[in-house]
């Protein structure tokens, strides 16, 4: 079982976790879409402090022998859906950046082909 000495410790550190992820929305060095996930995945871990018997009778209901073993099942699932997230985020930055490059170039092309013309004028 959990004692209250590490429960209260457990409480504090995602009260400031929750407070970090406020501070960087405010700052606005994290985007209020892409911060849902870290305030989903802390809501999670904060009920499984907070009730760990809930969390160790779910865990047994479903065929778990050890309740820590669904706990790494839970944080790999939050993993693989943070990195699904960021990578289809990169996937679109890629997308907007190689369209970007090509309109620089299509303008760039058309700047020297304007130059030329004036200096055969």
């Known amino acids: ?63 778990l022998i050890t309740p820590a073993n669904g706990l790494f099942a839970i944080c790999i699932f939050l993993f693989m859906l943070m990195l699904l997230l960021l990578t289809s985020v990169i996937s679109r930055i890629n997308t907007k950046i190689k369209r970007l490059i090509q309109s620089i170039g299509i303008l760039e092309k058309k700047i020297r082909e304007l130059e030329e013309k004036k200096d055969i004028q």
């Open 1 to 63: 079982m959990v004692t209250l000495r590490l429960k209260i410790f457990l409480c504090i550190a995602i009260i400031f976790f929750f407070v970090s992820i406020f501070y960087l929305i405010k700052k606005k060095y994290l985007s209020l879409k892409y911060s849902l996930m870290w305030l989903f995945s802390g809501i999670v871990v904060f009920l499984i402090i907070l009730f760990p018997e809930g969390f160790s009778s779910l865990m047994g209901k479903l065929g």
